[in-house]
Antibody
Framework: QVQLVQSGGEVKKPGASVKVSCKAS????????ISWVRQAPGQGPEWMGWISGYKDSTKYAQRFQGRVTVTTDTSTSTAYMELRGLRSDDTAVYYC??????????????WGQGTMVIVSS | EIVLTQSPGTLSLSPGERATLSCRASQSVISSYLAWYQQRPGQAPRLLIYGASSRATGIPDRISGSGSGTDFTLTISRLEPEDFAVYYC????????FGQGTRLEIK
C-alpha cells in the first residue's frame, strides 16, 4: 500500500536550519507530487509547499517563500523539506502528504507519521 | 488567501446523536474544492471527504459532506465512540488553507 515514512524528531536552535525527509513506497514515485504541511501545538494544519514527482515543478505558500525548499531524490523515492532561519514559532509537527495526483492544490489522502521539530535556545 | 472559519469550536454530544459541523470560506471555493479531515490525538489527519461531498476510501456512509460556494457542512448521522476527535476543513481551490478545527467531545 502507499506509505510515507518520515525522519525522526529534531531539536534546533533559533537561526538554524532543519531538513526533514519523507520516503515513499507502494507507488511509482514520479507519478505523484508531495506536499509539506505543518501543525503547531494546538493549531490547525498549515500548507507549506509542494513538489511534483518529476521534481521539475514546485509551489510554495507565500508566507514561506524564500525560507523553505522542497526537493526530491527519485533514485530513493524520497522527498525533503528544508526550513531555514528557524524561530521559536516554527516549533511544530511537520508532515509530508500526497493526494496521489499531479496538482499542487489538492486534498491529501496519504500522510506521513509526522516529524516533531522543536526550536529552542 | 482563502480563510476558513469553522463552527462551533467545541461540540459536546452523546454517542448515537447527530453531529453537524460548519465551515465558512472568506470567498467562494470554486468547483467545491473542499475537504474534511478527522484527527485523533498523536495522529496525522485522516481524509474523510473531498470535493465537498465525496467520501474517501473506507469512510462509512454515516459521514457525509455538503455545501458549495462559501458554506460547507460535515454531518455524522449517528455518532460512534471513535468519532470523538478534532475535525478540520481544507480548501484547495488555490494555495491550500485549513480551518482552525472543531473539537467533537463526549457529553
Amino acid at each position: 500500500q502507499v506509505q510515507l515514512v518520515q525522519s525522526g524528531g529534531e531539536v534546533k536552535k533559533p537561526g538554524a536550519s532543519v531538513k526533514v525527509s519523507c520516503k515513499a513506497s507502494g507507488y511509482i514515485f514520479s507519478n505523484y507530487g508531495i506536499s509539506w504541511v505543518r501543525q503547531a501545538p494546538g493549531q490547525g494544519p498549515e500548507w507549506m509547499g509542494w513538489i511534483s514527482g518529476y521534481k521539475d515543478s514546485t509551489k510554495y505558500a507565500q508566507r514561506f517563500q524564500g525560507r523553505v525548499t522542497v526537493t526530491t531524490d527519485t533514485s530513493t523515492s524520497t522527498a525533503y523539506m528544508e526550513l531555514r532561519g528557524l524561530r521559536s514559532d516554527d516549533t511544530a509537527v511537520y508532515y509530508c502528504a500526497t493526494s496521489k495526483g499531479s496538482s499542487p492544490y489538492d486534498s491529501f489522502a496519504i500522510w506521513g507519521q509526522g516529524t516533531m521539530v522543536i526550536v529552542s535556545s | 488567501e482563502i480563510v476558513l472559519t469553522q463552527s462551533p469550536g467545541t461540540l459536546s454530544l452523546s454517542p448515537g446523536e447527530r453531529a453537524t459541523l460548519s465551515c465558512r470560506a472568506s470567498q467562494s471555493v470554486i468547483s467545491s474544492y473542499l475537504a474534511w479531515y478527522q484527527q485523533r490525538p498523536g495522529q496525522a489527519p485522516r481524509l474523510l471527504i473531498y470535493g465537498a461531498s465525496s467520501r474517501a476510501t473506507g469512510i462509512p456512509d454515516r459521514i457525509s459532506g455538503s455545501g458549495s460556494g462559501t458554506d460547507f457542512t460535515l454531518t455524522i448521522s449517528r455518532l460512534e465512540p471513535e468519532d470523538f476527535a478534532v475535525y478540520y476543513c481544507q480548501q484547495y481551490d488555490n494555495s491550500p488553507t485549513f480551518g482552525q478545527g472543531t473539537r467533537l467531545e463526549i457529553k
